[in-house]
């Protein structure tokens, strides 16, 4: 009966956490390079007329080397993701508002 109560008590924060990340706004960034330094995915990005840097680790399963063209990112909440930054996630460019669709990957937002 415990382990059952701790089971539903993980399962309500990860809907929960779910229902916080789904209501998060997402900025329109343009990828404008990528490249691969020592292990690290480099993504120059504009977003709002300032430039960005993403960054992530090749040997974490989400991170990808995002191809040039429009995207959209969701800044995550802080202590949220896989690095000690902000973070950031990534999607295709939705044809539906309400459905970002699949996460291209995670990174870590540099300001430039």
């Not at 706004?25 to 480099?42: A, C, H, L, N």
């Not at 990005?45 to 063209?69: K, M, Y």
Request: contains cysteine.
């Amino acid at each position: 009966m415990r382990k059952a109560i701790i089971v539903y008590s993980l399962l309500a924060v990860v809907l929960a956490a779910t229902q916080v990340l789904a209501q998060q706004k997402y900025e329109v960034i343009t990828v404008k390079g990528t490249e691969v330094q020592s292990r690290v995915v480099i993504v120059t990005i504009e977003a709002t007329s300032a430039q960005f840097e993403l960054q992530c680790n090749t040997n974490v399963s989400d991170c990808s080397a995002l191809q040039l063209g429009s995207y959209v990112m969701v800044r995550l909440p802080k202590n949220w993701g896989s690095y000690v930054c902000a973070n950031v996630e990534v999607y295709p460019t939705p044809t539906n508002p309400e459905n970002l669709g699949q996460k291209l990957g995670d990174y870590c937002l540099i300001e430039k």
